[in-house]
């Protein structure tokens, strides 16, 4: 198997493991967006599913000598919000320590940017989870994706199965942005922004 392929396997998982109950109270919540269906599975707008993916064999809570909950919403997307404020408030996790992987257009494939609050650009996703947070104040890890060639519209862009040419670049951003999850939770958000955005310039 190529390393094409190797990645094309690991953007199209069988089924995703079902979640455990998360614990009563946490210090960080990682939220990975993206919509549930396997016809969704291996398209750019769940790159947040493809990084929780990517970290599920990965310990954050020992990273992060924290208890860190990970979060794949069955809501749909442009539906996030319902999914994740009232998990946030029920173990305790402000905003501000409430990291939300996600697909960015204004990113070229590969690139990974982390930042804090922040416009959400026209993103239906994280207008929801703005609306029932009741603030922008939550940590973004931002997934390039690119913009759509001319003539295609975002949504189909954003909902179409991933091609082979395509593969390569995203399996890049999706492994780096699971180390910036992990380098947030370890270190800090400017620690992840200094390593994370110096790697790619």
Request: hydrophobic share 45%; glycine share 10%.
């Amino acid at each position: 198997m190529n390393v094409l392929q190797n990645l094309l396997a690991r953007l199209r998982p069988a089924k995703p493991a079902p979640q455990p109950a998360a614990p009563e109270r946490a210090d960080w919540l990682v939220v990975g967006l993206g919509n549930p269906g396997a016809q969704y599975e291996a398209t750019r707008h769940n790159a947040g599913h493809m990084v929780l993916d990517e970290l599920a064999d990965t310990d954050l809570s020992e990273a992060a000598g924290a208890t860190v909950v990970t979060l794949r919403p069955r809501t749909y997307m442009n539906l996030s919000g319902e999914a994740v404020a009232p998990l946030a408030r029920r173990l305790g996790v402000p905003a501000e320590r409430v990291i939300v992987v996600h697909d960015e257009l204004d990113l070229a494939p590969g690139v990974v940017r982390v930042r804090a609050g922040g416009s959400e650009n026209g993103h239906r996703g994280l207008k929801s989870l703005t609306g029932h947070l009741d603030t922008r104040d939550y940590l973004r890890v931002r997934v390039g994706v690119g913009r759509p060639p001319q003539g295609m519209s975002v949504p189909d862009w954003v909902l179409a199965p991933i091609d082979d040419a395509a593969s390569a670049d995203l399996g890049a951003g999706v492994a780096l942005a699971a180390r910036a999850v992990e380098l947030i939770v370890s270190e800090g958000l400017t620690a992840a922004q200094n390593r994370i955005h110096r790697r790619l310039g």
